[in-house]
């Protein structure tokens, strides 16, 4: 299935698509083009966030055309190459219209500080020590991770069409945004598409009171028919830590069961839970089957860590450190359907239906598939007429763009 793109006015973020007898709301990513702006269909969703990532009621509404222009801005005045400002600007957008307010703008200063310290290269292109017909090990000479990312699914999705499956990993990369955003890249090929990401340590084994392991993300999408998609992007910890941050920045506790403090007790408080770094594996205690997650984190770890050679577990340098590089390590696995059973889609569809039109338990409260939450955020995207941040992220892009000298993030109230 390719991507379908279309001009569109600029507060249009959304796009409404028919999903086997029923609207289904699917997002847009801003992509520059000889100076003009589309908006590039997306399947792409998620389970992690939802809109209730940014309930802080907010006046100030920014079209998706002006984040991405001041994120692209912002990143050019650090020295990142048009493209590849681009790519990053894009991925962060991404998240932002699905309701990751967590992996989205929150990220952009945190990347500028990257460039700035001499963590991060923005200038870097990968290059490939080895591959086989299915298979290479890229090198992301320390770039961006969303250009190491792209760089890696387009080249198992370009292995897989010869080859049926195909399976890429890199070292020497970077935080490279939401998983899911790789997964979509397979889907607009009709492809599946899965994509994992080791972190620095923030998940405490089940039975460990310190960190060994990151929040390790894993991703599944698979394509309906008609646009309509399955998009698993999930931490292997309870939580990922960007919504310790969100807490944060809103001076809210966070859930009992997300993290833990320094004696290895459950924290409510998210300056004392983000200090402490240890996020819950997913589950929680053990009661709860949180040995689960930390079993899924070690299995990311192997397809990232161990396979390409990358840094791994406790060893990769701690959230937000300076004067380490992080050497993440990442994989991409892009699978063609077509080499196998006839009817993938029909199938991916016919079951999708299924559990959306089951009997709910909470009338107020309908089944839902994995990419549901962020098709409702991405409506609410659109009858905002763009994105609402929090007053703390408005403060903070200030700053930004007066460091950087650009132009500041306009944004309007609400009508």
């Excluded at 899924?296 to 959230?319: A, D």
């Excluded at 991409?332 to 039109?357: K, Q, T, Y």
Aim: aromatic share 6%.
């Amino acid at each position: 299935m390719a991507s379908l793109g279309m001009k569109t006015a600029a507060s249009r973020s959304c796009q409404l698509l028919s999903a086997v007898g029923k609207a289904v709301l699917d997002g847009a990513s801003v992509r520059r083009r000889n100076g003009s702006v589309s908006f590039l269909v997306r399947n792409m969703a998620t389970t992690a966030c939802t809109s209730k990532d940014n309930p802080e009621p907010q006046t100030l509404v920014t079209t998706m055309e002006e984040a991405f222009r001041f994120m692209t801005d912002c990143f050019k005045a650090a020295g990142t190459p048009h493209e590849h400002a681009e790519i990053i600007s894009e991925n962060l957008l991404e998240a932002d219209c699905r309701g990751h307010y967590s992996h989205g703008m929150n990220r952009l200063e945190m990347y500028i500080n990257d460039i700035h310290g001499g963590l991060s290269d923005p200038k870097a292109t990968c290059t490939i020590e080895k591959q086989t017909i299915a298979t290479a090990l890229v090198n992301g000479n320390n770039g961006m991770g969303a250009v190491v990312g792209k760089f890696c699914m387009d080249l198992a999705i370009e292995k897989a069409k010869d080859a049926g499956i195909a399976l890429v990993v890199a070292h020497s990369s970077n935080h490279y945004g939401i998983a899911g955003m790789y997964a979509l890249q397979a889907i607009n090929q009709g492809f599946i598409g899965m994509s994992f990401t080791n972190t620095s340590p923030f998940m405490a084994p089940t039975r460990a009171k310190t960190a060994a392991l990151g929040t390790n993300p894993l991703s599944l999408g698979a394509p309906g028919r008609c646009g309509d998609s399955f998009v698993l992007d999930m931490a292997t910890t309870a939580v990922a830590v960007g919504k310790i941050e969100l807490q944060r920045r809103k001076g809210l506790p966070i859930p009992e069961g997300w993290a833990m403090n320094n004696e290895g007790k459950p924290e409510t408080d998210a300056e004392v839970a983000y200090k402490a770094a240890k996020l819950m594996p997913l589950g929680g205690m053990e009661v709860n089957s949180g040995y689960k997650g930390y079993g899924l984190g070690v299995m990311v770890e192997v397809f990232c860590g161990m396979l390409s050679g990358s840094t791994y577990g406790p060893n990769i340098r701690r959230w937000g450190a300076h004067g380490e590089l992080a050497n993440l390590g990442q994989a991409f696995l892009a699978i063609n359907p077509g080499c196998f059973a006839p009817g993938f889609e029909g199938r991916m569809s016919d079951l999708m239906n299924h559990l959306r039109n089951m009997e709910p338990s909470d009338p107020e409260k309908p089944v839902m598939v994995h990419g549901d939450p962020e098709r409702k955020h991405m409506e609410k995207v659109k009858a905002d007429g763009g994105l609402i941040y929090v007053k703390n992220q408005h403060d903070t892009n200030a700053k930004l763009a007066e460091k950087l000298n650009v132009k500041p993030m306009v944004s309007k109230p609400r009508s």
